[in-house]
C-alpha cells in the first residue's frame, strides 16, 4: 500500500506541459519519482520551464507542434532518443477559441479541433509502441485532458472547444476498449477552473469564479497532481476508459 502512487522508475511525455494544467501535473509526477519529459510549441518556454522544474528531478524538454500527423510523429521520434518505452502519456496541449455563432471562423474551428482532439489519437498512435513495450511489465497509461465544458454547457461561445473536449471522452471510451488489449489503460480528466493562461478568469478573477464554484474555491495545484497521479500509479490500474471530474462540484451545479 505504501507504493501505491508512486511513479518511481517510471516515464511520462506531457504535451502542453511548460505551463497551466501540464506543468501541474509535471510537477507532481516528478514529487512522485518520476522522469518527465515536457513538450510546448514555444522552444523557449518549453526549455525554461524543465530547466526550472529540474530542481525537482529529471525534467526534460522536448518543443513540438502536436496539432499535425507530422508534428506528432517528429515528438515521438524526439522522446524515442531519450527512452525505449513510455509508461505515462498526458495529451494535454489544448487551445480555446470564443467569438459569437454568426461570426465563428473557420480558422477557430480548425485550431482548436486539431489540437483538442485530433492531436491525442495521433501522439497516441505514433508512442503506441513504446506505450505497449512498457505494457509488458506493467499496466502503461494514457490520460487524456478534457474539459468540464465537454460535460456540461459553458455559457461562453466556445463552440469548437466545447465540441472538441465532449469528443476526446468519447474518444476516450473508444480508445480505451482497444488500448486496455495491450495493457494500455487510457482514462481522462475533465477540469473545471484552475488558475492558467487558457482560463484567465480563474487566475484574474479568482474570487469571482470561486463564488459559482459550490466548493467555493478554485482549484489548486495540488488537486489536479493528485488526480493524475492517481490514473498514472498503480492505485489507477483498473479504471478503464473513465472521466475524472476535477472541478469542486462545477458541473453538478450547472446541471
Same mark, same amino acid.
Given at each position: 500500500?505504501?507504493?501505491?502512487?508512486?511513479?518511481?522508475?517510471? %516515464?511520462?511525455?506531457?504535451?502542453?506541459? =511548460?505551463?497551466?494544467?501540464?506543468?501541474?501535473?509535471?510537477?507532481?509526477?516528478?514529487?512522485?519519482?518520476?522522469?518527465?519529459?515536457?513538450?510546448?510549441?514555444?522552444?523557449?518556454?518549453? +526549455?525554461?520551464?524543465?530547466?526550472?522544474?529540474?530542481?525537482?528531478?529529471?525534467?526534460? %524538454?522536448?518543443?513540438?507542434?502536436? %496539432?499535425?500527423?507530422?508534428?506528432?510523429?517528429? *515528438?515521438?521520434?524526439? @522522446?524515442?532518443?531519450?527512452?525505449?518505452?513510455? $509508461?505515462?502519456?498526458?495529451?494535454?496541449?489544448?487551445?480555446?477559441?470564443?467569438?459569437?455563432?454568426?461570426?465563428?471562423?473557420? =480558422?477557430?474551428?480548425?485550431?482548436?479541433?486539431? *489540437?483538442? *482532439?485530433?492531436?491525442?489519437?495521433? *501522439?497516441?498512435?505514433?508512442?503506441? /509502441? #513504446?506505450?505497449?513495450?512498457?505494457?509488458?511489465?506493467?499496466?502503461?497509461?494514457?490520460?487524456?485532458?478534457?474539459?468540464? +465544458?465537454?460535460?456540461?454547457?459553458?455559457?461562453?461561445?466556445?463552440?469548437?472547444?466545447?465540441?472538441?473536449?465532449?469528443?476526446?471522452?468519447?474518444?476516450?471510451?473508444? #480508445?480505451?476498449?482497444?488500448?486496455?488489449?495491450?495493457?494500455?489503460?487510457?482514462?481522462?480528466?475533465?477540469?473545471?477552473?484552475?488558475? %492558467? =493562461?487558457?482560463?484567465?478568469?480563474?487566475?484574474?478573477?479568482?474570487?469571482?469564479? =470561486?463564488?459559482?464554484? /459550490?466548493?467555493?474555491?478554485?482549484?489548486? +495545484?495540488?488537486? #489536479?497532481?493528485?488526480?493524475?497521479? @492517481?490514473?498514472?500509479?498503480?492505485?489507477? $490500474? @483498473?479504471?478503464?476508459?473513465?472521466?475524472?471530474?476535477? $472541478?469542486?462540484?462545477?458541473?453538478?451545479?450547472?446541471?
Amino acid at each position: 500500500m505504501q507504493d501505491l502512487f508512486t511513479l518511481k522508475g517510471r %516515464s511520462a511525455l506531457i504535451t502542453g506541459g =511548460s505551463r497551466g494544467i501540464g506543468r501541474m501535473i509535471a510537477a507532481g509526477f516528478l514529487a512522485q519519482g518520476a522522469r518527465v519529459y515536457i513538450s510546448a510549441r514555444k522552444a523557449p518556454a518549453c +526549455d525554461r520551464a524543465a530547466a526550472e522544474l529540474s530542481a525537482f528531478g529529471t525534467c526534460v %524538454s522536448l518543443p513540438a507542434d502536436v %496539432s499535425t500527423v507530422e508534428g506528432a510523429k517528429a *515528438l515521438a521520434a524526439a @522522446y524515442a532518443q531519450h527512452e525505449s518505452e513510455l $509508461d505515462i502519456l498526458v495529451n494535454n496541449a489544448g487551445a480555446a477559441w470564443g467569438e459569437p455563432f454568426n461570426d465563428f471562423p473557420e =480558422s477557430g474551428w480548425d485550431k482548436v479541433v486539431d *489540437l483538442n *482532439l485530433k492531436a491525442p489519437f495521433f *501522439l497516441t498512435q505514433a508512442l503506441a /509502441p #513504446m506505450l505497449r513495450k512498457a505494457g509488458e511489465k506493467h499496466v502503461a497509461k494514457v490520460i487524456n485532458i478534457a474539459s468540464v +465544458d465537454g460535460i456540461s454547457v459553458n455559457p461562453q461561445e466556445t463552440y469548437s472547444y466545447a465540441a472538441s473536449k465532449a469528443g476526446l471522452i468519447h474518444l476516450t471510451h473508444r #480508445m480505451s476498449l482497444r488500448l486496455i488489449q495491450d495493457n494500455i489503460a487510457v482514462t481522462a480528466i475533465a477540469p473545471g477552473a484552475f488558475a %492558467s =493562461s487558457m482560463n484567465k478568469d480563474a487566475r484574474d478573477h479568482a474570487d469571482e469564479v =470561486s463564488a459559482r464554484v /459550490p466548493a467555493g474555491r478554485v482549484g489548486t +495545484d495540488e488537486d #489536479m497532481a493528485g488526480a493524475a497521479i @492517481y490514473l498514472a500509479s498503480r492505485a489507477g $490500474d @483498473y479504471v478503464v476508459g473513465q472521466t475524472l471530474v476535477v $472541478d469542486g462540484g462545477v458541473t453538478l451545479a450547472r446541471g
